[in-house]
């Protein structure tokens, strides 16, 4: 599966924006989702992820309360959305797809495809 993540940009502090990523090929129901960030000077974090069906989501504790996983399987898409957006938010943003996942791991190294990125930045 490749992965097109977009919808990145110039915020300011208390805003929301969506983040997406597409999905080629026609299995992506059978990936399970993820998406990462990378702040300048830092190691690549986890930030949410879902399961297959989406009926499951799993998020890190910084952004559990305004931030939201969603997917369209239909349409090969999976969705960010970030409210009350922070200027520690302000990161290049990457979708991941982990093929027959069960776990919503929160390990990079679980994933087995990634996206270009899409940089958010948060102004205060």
């Known amino acids: 599966v490749q992965l097109q993540a977009s919808g990145g940009g110039l915020v300011q502090a208390g805003d929301s924006l969506r983040v997406s990523c597409a999905a080629s090929?026609?299995?992506?129901?059978?990936?399970?989702m993820g998406w990462f960030r990378q702040a300048p000077r830092k190691e690549r974090e986890f930030v949410a992820a879902?399961?297959?069906?989406?009926?499951?989501?799993r998020y890190t504790d910084a952004v559990k309360d305004r931030f939201s996983i969603s997917r369209d399987n239909a349409n090969n898409t999976v969705y960010l959305q970030m409210n009350s957006l922070e200027p520690e938010d302000t990161a290049v943003y990457y979708c991941?797809?982990?093929?027959?996942?069960?776990?919503?791991?929160?390990?990079?190294?679980?994933?087995?495809?990634w996206g270009q990125g899409t940089l958010v930045t948060v102004s205060s």
């Open positions: 991941a797809a982990e093929e027959g996942g069960v776990v919503l791991s929160r390990n990079p190294g679980a994933y087995t495809h």
């Open positions: 879902i399961s297959r069906s989406g009926g499951i989501t």
């Open positions: 090929g026609r299995t992506f129901s059978s990936y399970v």
